[in-house]
């Protein structure tokens, strides 16, 4: 879904008005089919004969993908990752706004990044329990994520944004979505070595 | 195999010399049968009744994976991501090794991060053809990253990390990562606006 929303904003820059499943299936190098079996679980936003229409099919997906609300944000690790997430605008545009960032390290606490306060992490469950928080990010070392995850399970957080290098143990009624930059990393270098292998091979 | 990778180097930290593929199978939460032909696939590192030799597996993958060798990485963008990357050490301790990031702020550019110094974006082809260079890591705003991968493939680069919010159109022989930030948090997004209205059904 978040691919057809971002496909789908480029036709509108592009001022596309209608779109064909063959030319979205072109576009994003799917199967015509899988698009029209995706965008029909989402409650039918195609016309046979007349393609979709952009603008409706954006704006519906990106109520699906819960845009057309606001996602109070909580950063814990005000490292390099942490304090790029918070400088990052672009997730603002879109509703997600960073409200708190928390860290340990005492050069951090009490400054702001781009305006956004930096908390003591000791201060974590006291912030929780008077903001509504929606997503808590954990951009901390893998040493002390587990335990980081642990105590916003318990304060009732139920979204998750993993950078941390590890995969988290939360209850099942707690959403979580990682970002695993090492492996995405590894996982370029093992292509390049089975490209060169394979080259070498034929 | 990242994955794997990861989980293997826990249990060398935690003192483990041999695991079954049952044992391993309940800390990664895959079948112990998907294990063993993930494994098998990989040169057979398994010894039936006996377990596999943690850190022999550790190595083998850590080959796979390319690990073994020295990867030098140039950074197209010294903006927030492209700055968090480069201060980021732990890649560097695998073997990955960021050389030189490229931009066009002139506020950025002859400065350096972390000792790593950051070149007017003009200065990309001559940088690349006097240098080795086996990733480039694309850190720019979508409007510029393809016109920008297209140099990188004119200039010889068969491996890119693609941070940019847009799908690369390259040939067959480039290898391609993408870790694209804005469609993981709409997909946390998404995933937390289906289980409010799973809750509510219920």
């Known amino acids: ?6 496909y789908l904003g480029e036709l509108l820059d592009e001022n596309v008005e209608r779109i064909s499943s063959n030319e979205l299936s072109v576009r994003m190098k799917v199967t015509a089919s899988q698009i029209r079996q995706d965008l029909n679980n989402f409650g039918g936003f195609g016309q ?18 819960g845009l057309d609300r606001r996602h109070n944000i909580i950063v814990l690790g005000a ?7 918070a400088k990052y605008v672009k997730f603002e545009k879109r509703g997600f ?21 930096v908390y003591n992490i000791r201060e974590l469950a006291s912030y929780v329990r008077s903001n509504r ?15 980081a995850a642990k105590q916003l399970v318990d304060l009732g957080i139920k979204a998750i944004w993993n ?11 707690v959403v979580v979505e990682n970002v695993h930059l090492s492996d995405s990393l590894m996982q370029l270098s093992y292509n390049i070595v089975r490209r060169k292998s394979e080259k070498k091979n034929n």
Chains 1, 2 share one sequence.
Do not use: C, W
């Open 1 to 6: 879904m978040p691919r057809y929303y971002r």
């Open 48 to 65: 046979q004969g007349y393609g979709y229409n952009v603008q409706y099919l954006y704006d519906e997906i990106g109520k699906i993908l």
């Open 79 to 85: 490292g390099n990752m942490g304090q790029a997430l």
């Open 97 to 117: 706004v960073i409200r708190a960032l928390f860290d340990v390290n005492p050069k951090l606490t009490d400054t702001s990044i781009r305006g956004i306060p």
């Open 133 to 147: 928080v929606d997503i808590a990010v954990l951009a901390l070392p893998k040493e002390n994520a587990a335990e």
């Open 163 to 173: 950078f941390a290098h590890l995969d988290l143990d939360v209850p099942d009624d």
